[in-house]
Structures are given as C-alpha cells and as structure tokens.
C-alpha cells in the first residue's frame, strides 16, 4: 500500500492538478505555497460571479470557513453546488465549527453537497457530528473512539471520507479506516497547518478516484513532511519554512523509512 | 519588576488564552503565529453575526485597523462594545491613523469603548490625540515628549493604558510610564510587527488584570525578541522567521540578561 | 545602462516612495514585505472611501486583480481614475486574465485607465491583448515572439510600457525592448513572486518618470535577487525568505557581476 501511496505523491508532482481554494484569510499564502510545493496548481478565487468557472477549470475545489461572512458563505455554497453537479471532487475544512451559531449553519448548509472527505480535528468533526440530530448513543471511554464514531456517522449520513487530524490522523470511510502516526507537537504551534493539510488533500482528490486513499495519501506526505521538518527547525518560525521545503524535496527513501502507518479493513 | 513580568510570560505559556482579532488582511497569517509563539490561541474571525458569540469565548479582543471598510468597521464596533459590555479587556491598534478621514472617523467611533489599550507609533498616537479636540497647549521640543503628552491626553480621556512604538518603546498610564531600549533599526523593514505587538499585547491582557504591567510584559518580550532573533537574521526574510522562533523559545536567562526597561512612577 | 539602473536601486532606498496597493488577499504580506525589504514604504488600503486620499498621498499605486469581487473591483477603478487625473504612475498586474468573463472585464475596465505598467505572464499578456479586439494578425512560430507581438499591441492601445515575465522577462514600450535572463525556475513554486515583482515596479514607478527604465530595474533587481536567494535555499519556503534578505542586501558588486541583461534600441 505504502508503494501506491508514493506513486499517488509522484502523480501530483507530474500532473499538477489545477486546485481551487475558497480559505480562509490567514492561511491563503501558505496553502498556495503548500500546493505548490507538492507540484499542484493552486487558484485562489472567491467571487460569487466566478465560481461556476473556476470550478469548471479545476480538478477539485476546497472549501474551509475559517473566515467566514456572508458574501464568502454565498460563494462557498455556489462551490459546492457546482462541484456536486459537475461531479468534481470537493473538500470541507469546518475550521471552528462549534464555536459560533453562524459556523454550525453554514456547515450544515455545506453539508448538504456531499463533500468528498471532511478533514478537521476531533473538536469540530464531534460538531458536525452532533448537528446531524443522530449522534445519540455514541459512548466512548475516550475522545479517540468518540471522534471516530463522530467520523463513521458522518460517512453514513453525507457519504464523506472523514479525517480527524490529531496526535495520530485517523482517516476513515465506510470500510476502511487508517491510523497515521507521524507529525510532530511543534505544528500546533503554526498556524493553518490544518488548513495546509486540506489543501493538500484536495490535490490528491484532484488525481485519484478513491477519495479514502486520497486523503490517506495526502496526510502521509503531510504530517510525514512536518515531521522532518521539525528536525531542522529551532521554532515555529523555522518550522513553517522547512515545512514547505520539505513538501517539495521529501524523497522515496524518506518516505518508506519513517512512515508510520497502519491501515486497516473494518470489521 | 522583572520577576513579575517573567511570570507573566509563563503564565501566558501555561495558561494559554483565546484571543480574538479583527485585523488586517497583511498580518492576519503573522500574528496569529506570534500568539501561538508564545504559547496563546489565537481565534481570527470578523463576521458581525458570530462576533458577540466569539467574544464571549475569548478572554481578549485585538481590533486593528489596517485594512479597514465598511462591513469590517461594524464588526469592529460590534466587538469594542461586546467585549466593553462583557468586561473583557481589548486592544486598539490604530494603523495608519491620521492618512485618512475613513480611518480618523473609524479610530474615533472606536473610542467611546474605551480600549484598555491603545498601541501605535507616536505618528498615530498623535493623531489620535488631535482628534480628541484638547490638545491645544501640547508644546514639546522634541517628538519623544510631544507623543508622551499625547499618551497622557488619550489617558485622562479614554482611561487607557497608551503604548508608543518606536527606537524606545513607552507604555505609560495615570500613575506610571516604562522606557523599553530594546528592539532592532531591522524590525521596521518587516511589515506588520506593531500589529503582532499589538497582538501579544493582547494575550498578556487576557491573563492580567493591571493593564500597564500586562503591556510592559507585552512589550518586553516583544522587542527583545526581536533584538536576540536579529542576531542571527541575515536580513529581514530571516528576521520575520527567527522572531517567531525566539517568541517561542526565549529563555528567562536572555530575559533577564538582555532586558533594558526603566519603570517609573511618575510624578 | 547597468549603472543607471543601479542608482535607481539606491534611489528608492533613499527615497523610501510611499506605494499604495490594492492587491490580493495571498500575497499582501509578501508584497509589503518585499517593499520594505527593497527600502520603500507599502501603504495597504482597499477601502473606496479612502481611496482618493491614499493615491493623494502616495508616489504610485499598484493594482492586482487576483483575489478580486464586486467592492475591491469598484475600489480598483476608483484608484486607477483618481491615479490618473492626478498624473501619478499605476501599474496593473492582470493576475488570472482569461479564467473568468469577470477578471476579463475588469481588466478591460481597468485598462480605460491606461496603466503606465502592465505586468503579467505570457497567457496573460496574450488575454489583454485578444480583448482589445486587434488581435488578428498576430502570427508567431513561438509563444515568446506572440507574447512580444501582444505586448506590443497594448503598448500602442494603451501606451503602456508592458513587462512579460518567464524564464526570460521582457520588457518593452513603443521603442525599446530587454530581455533579462536571471532568476530561477524554483521561483515559480513560491506563491506570488510575480505579484511581488509588480509591486516593485510600482516603488521604481514612484522614482523614475521613465516607465520602461523603471520596469528594467525592478525586473532587473527582482530577478536577480531571486536568482541569487535560490543559491542558499533549500526548497520554496527557504527561497521566500532569502529573497526577502537579498532584495534588502543585494550589493553593487552582486548586482553588476550577475545581470544578464540586453536592452534594445527597437528597429
């Protein structure tokens, strides 16, 4: 497996899918740099009167509500309603959904087009989870086994490969599920690197069908690269730079020697 | 002195306080990740809808108003009386005060909420005297004074804690003024290191209830920061990157060592 | 020629011209900073109603379409009109031209403003000159010769000094052509280094009533910086921030050493 996801890596270096990007502000430069550092095409366009062709034009469109208003919230869901319909594959970044009345709606208005996969951390898949009115009886001895039950139930209902980012990455769809172990503690301390790691994904749904082995792709060269990275890096600061290089410069043997990944057919 | 204003960079690193910012699109990226530096969370979000509900969950709010226009201008206000109702502590960088009418008109509706903080340069906290309509009868010889007469000005009027950036830093309030010497000529070729003091000023707020001793906290970590990440900054590409990393890993021996502050009761 | 185009490097240093931009959400930080790095003063401001006052106020105004909609559309003309009654130098950077019909008839409304620079790429430069309608004709065995071709279409519509950047920039108006051949392929994995080298052009604009002289310069200056920045970084986000350290130190020996630059008299 661990061989079909380099070649996945390869793919988008020789491809360069062309991705669209309606994110958040604080993030827009660096997710740009990210995809461009793994070899996509990023496009960063959000107004209402473009979205229909920008869509055509792409391979997958990411959406992520990190900064969110109105006029952005109309053009998000023009997104995703053109992607849906034009079956492109499209991803949901639900940065702060459980903090704000005007989150949680337009979530659950997003929802409603289906993403291809829905990655966050466990906080806000738990708050999407809970919006769908059918989270009772989910019990869990710890957060892990509660953001996974959060996760199957969002396959269930929207059909979304979910990833939980964390300490370790769980991607899961209605099969399948996969525990990535890589990263470092240090990338909590930069900003948007979430929001990177979507970006990211969506390059990965830009050439391959399967949208499970997509994201799993995608977050094994991310957090794989992050945590490279962190060994050249004396903070935060050098962390993000060396992020970037590492996306770009990450090779064969790097990849298969430090890949810490387990994935699994569900019972 | 000192002791206390280590403790409070502990306690910010310990205690790690949601801030919220309404700011400007050139530093959104770049505050965020000084906040995180030091050990706080950050919360970008300018919705007029979701900014009771943000407030509300943050122990501060930053409001800088370098990118200002109309829609982001409600918010604002909207944030500056939530969070004076709420008695949450907030900041106002007042970027580029005095270039335009749109930004006097703005600086001077946010007033009235009384910000527990003002932070500029003495360009700014000039203006923002003038506009005051008392400033009659400041006479300086030099623009040291005349900005410290316009501190003390927005002071009796606003109530607030006024912090003039420059060479020497000068925070001062009612009672009590602090000259900061450190810093680097470098600093002012990166964009937007006032709004990422502002910023961090705004973390020390939300865990310190003496709003002068918050900004000097504030202050001194900031600019020696950015003194000790100077040294090993080839230019200001290196200096943006090492300030981040010396945020996060600056030492109570550098801090002690290198801090050059004289705290005055006034007379 | 080499050293004219050098005092002009020492110029804005000097100098230090106020450059207002109105540019996209991506690269606004980078933008400014790659200003401030070359020793001028980026004024960031997209607000209509100050519009007016900040093109007042500054030496030159830069205009980028690549994050556009309806409001930062309005602010943009407003900007260009007012750049133009008030016989001050704007530069149109045409970011996207020819993804969507809505950055096509910005770009043909823009154009009404007759920008003293427009820079872009090969595609781009192609778009605006297929809009202005005279395209027919243009017959070329090679995209490079065709992207000539339709700058110099523009350049006699618009009277604009048109800058086509690539492996090889040109530069030419309606008597005189360069071709400069620093900089580095990896530059085309950092996010927005062309819109970056827009906004230097706008500071030479700011000091240098030639536009064709002030474009060679700042192309001149950009692309050697990257060029040199590249030899010291080890992927893309090494190379953004050694691009910012060397447009801040690049030396008068550096520069004569490595500029690969013919400029032409044009038959």
């Given at each position: 497996?661990?061989?079909q996801?380099?070649?996945?890596i390869?793919?988008?270096?020789?491809?360069?899918p062309?991705?669209?990007n309606i994110?958040?502000?604080v993030?827009?430069?660096?997710t740009?740099?990210?995809?461009?550092?793994?070899?996509?095409?990023?496009i960063?366009?959000?107004?209402?009167?473009e979205?229909?062709?920008?869509?055509?034009?792409?391979?997958?469109?990411?959406?992520?509500i990190?900064?969110?208003?109105?006029?952005?919230?109309?053009?998000?869901?023009?997104a995703?309603?053109?992607a849906?319909?034009?079956?492109?594959?499209?991803i949901?970044?639900?940065?702060?959904?459980?903090?704000?009345?005007?989150?949680?709606?337009?979530?659950?208005?997003?929802?409603q087009?289906?993403p291809?996969?829905?990655?966050?951390?466990?906080?806000?898949i738990l708050?999407?989870?809970?919006?769908?009115?059918?989270?009772?009886?989910?019990?869990?001895?710890?957060?892990?086994?509660?953001?996974?039950?959060?996760?199957?139930l969002?396959?269930?209902t929207y059909?979304?490969?979910?990833?939980?980012?964390?300490?370790t990455d769980?991607?899961l769809?209605?099969?399948?599920?996969?525990?990535?172990?890589?990263?470092?503690?240090?990338?909590?301390?930069?900003?948007?690197l979430?929001?990177?790691?979507?970006?990211?994904?969506g390059?990965?749904?830009?050439?391959?069908?399967?949208?499970?082995?997509?994201?799993v792709a995608?977050m094994?060269?991310?957090?794989?690269?992050?945590?490279?990275?962190q060994?050249?890096?004396?903070?935060?600061g050098?962390?993000?730079?060396?992020?970037?290089n590492k996306?770009?410069?990450?090779t064969?043997?790097e990849f298969f020697?430090?890949?810490?990944?387990?994935?699994?057919?569900?019972?």
């Amino acid at each position: 497996m661990k061989e079909q996801l380099w070649e996945l890596i390869l793919s988008v270096r020789e491809r360069s899918p062309l991705v669209h990007n309606i994110t958040n502000y604080v993030v827009m430069n660096n997710t740009a740099n990210a995809l461009l550092a793994i070899g996509a095409s990023p496009i960063m366009a959000h107004a209402a009167e473009e979205t229909d062709e920008i869509v055509s034009i792409c391979q997958a469109t990411v959406i992520n509500i990190g900064t969110l208003d109105q006029a952005w919230i109309q053009s998000m869901l023009l997104a995703a309603q053109s992607a849906r319909e034009k079956n492109k594959p499209w991803i949901l970044d639900p940065v702060g959904a459980g903090a704000s009345q005007l989150r949680n709606q337009t979530v659950q208005l997003l929802l409603q087009y289906k993403p291809d996969v829905i990655r966050g951390n466990a906080s806000e898949i738990l708050s999407l989870a809970n919006m769908t009115g059918t989270t009772k009886g989910v019990d869990s001895t710890n957060e892990s086994t509660e953001a996974i039950q959060a996760g199957r139930l969002l396959n269930r209902t929207y059909g979304s490969t979910v990833c939980i980012s964390g300490q370790t990455d769980i991607i899961l769809d209605s099969s399948r599920i996969s525990y990535l172990y890589n990263g470092h503690p240090l990338m909590q301390q930069v900003t948007g690197l979430g929001c990177s790691a979507t970006a990211v994904c969506g390059a990965f749904l830009a050439i391959e069908q399967d949208t499970y082995i997509a994201a799993v792709a995608a977050m094994a060269l991310f957090s794989l690269s992050g945590e490279l990275a962190q060994q050249h890096a004396a903070g935060p600061g050098s962390l993000q730079v060396e992020l970037l290089n590492k996306l770009y410069n990450i090779t064969e043997d790097e990849f298969f020697t430090h890949l810490k990944l387990d994935m699994h057919e569900q019972v």
